[in-house]
């Protein structure tokens, strides 16, 4: 039962992200690289995350362990960011003037590095995602233990 919730609710988190970048695409491209949008787009995924232990802690026979509720958890954030990275990946090979835009506002922030580093390669795309899976075990723990207190 568990494995039908983290795909619905990964697919949901992934998609919904997925409208609210396209949204501050098409209205405004240097909109959708702020990072009150990165950030505030969290709260899809705590959402989701949060439905699906909610969910999974109420199909379960006995009360969930907190390893039980991180597995009803984390998979909803590994296929939400597959889903959404796969989407950005993706629209940088379409948009290559997304990469200026990306580079000019990191300039302003501070950062230092050349625009060849922004351009989007596969490896950098997967190696990328990957590491946000430790940010989404960190969420994952903090929202588990909160389904666990509940």
Same mark, same amino acid.
């Given at each position: 039962m568990w494995h039908k919730l983290f795909v619905k609710y990964g697919l949901v988190a992934?998609? $919904?992200t997925i409208a609210l970048f396209l949204l501050f695409? =098409? =209205?405004a491209p240097q909109g959708m690289l702020h990072p009150a949008v990165w950030w505030g787009s969290l709260i899809i995924y705590? $959402?989701?995350m949060w439905i699906a232990g909610r969910r999974g802690r109420q199909s379960a026979s006995t009360a969930p $362990?907190?390893?039980q509720l991180m597995q009803f958890t984390?998979?909803?954030f590994v296929v939400a960011n597959v889903v959404f990275y796969t989407f950005w990946?993706? =629209?940088l090979q379409y948009d290559s003037q997304l990469v200026e =835009? !990306?580079?000019e506002a990191l300039r302003q922030g501070g950062w !230092?590095? !050349?625009m060849e580093d922004l351009a989007p390669r596969l490896g950098t795309f997967v190696w990328t995602l990957l590491q946000s899976f430790l940010g989404g075990a960190i969420l994952s723990a903090l929202l588990a233990w909160g389904l666990k207190e509940e």
């Open positions: 992934g998609t $919904s695409y =098409l =209205l705590i $959402s989701c $362990s907190f390893r984390f998979p909803v990946y993706l =629209l =835009l !990306q580079y !230092q590095g !050349q």
